[in-house]
């Protein structure tokens, strides 16, 4: 029973995740619908398939928080800059570039979270 209730746990944490991580790299797009959605997507399909392998999903917790803070410091800074009426080139901010950033963030944190737990696991 224990198993079974692990196992339930662990496909709703895949479920909910994943919903963030379409949530998440679908924010900053200037077409939410967008075909490069899928690249940061895939990513975070692959670090939630790594995590459920793993049965961790602690770094991918702290990866879609690190992703929520970079697309709001984002959010902000692009919104300041529209303030003060600077101009962003297209390349900056459209979709292909915002999907490799996304991309980026989301494989950096998920790294740093998998060094920290590697070295954790050693002094245990």
Known sequence: MRELERSLIGVVKFIVYFIFFLIGTGILLNNPASIYQAIPVLIGVALLTHAAVEDD????????????????????????????????????????????????????????????????????
Do not use: K, N
């Open 57 to 124: 999903f602690r770094r991918v917790e702290y990866t879609l928080i690190g992703l929520f803070l970079s697309i709001g410091i984002g959010v902000i800074l692009i919104g300041v800059l529209t303030a003060v009426s600077i101009q962003l080139p297209d390349v900056l901010i459209g979709d292909l570039s915002l999907s490799v950033g996304l991309t980026g963030v989301i494989s950096i944190l998920y790294l740093v979270q998998s060094s920290d737990t590697d070295i954790g696991s050693e002094r245990a």
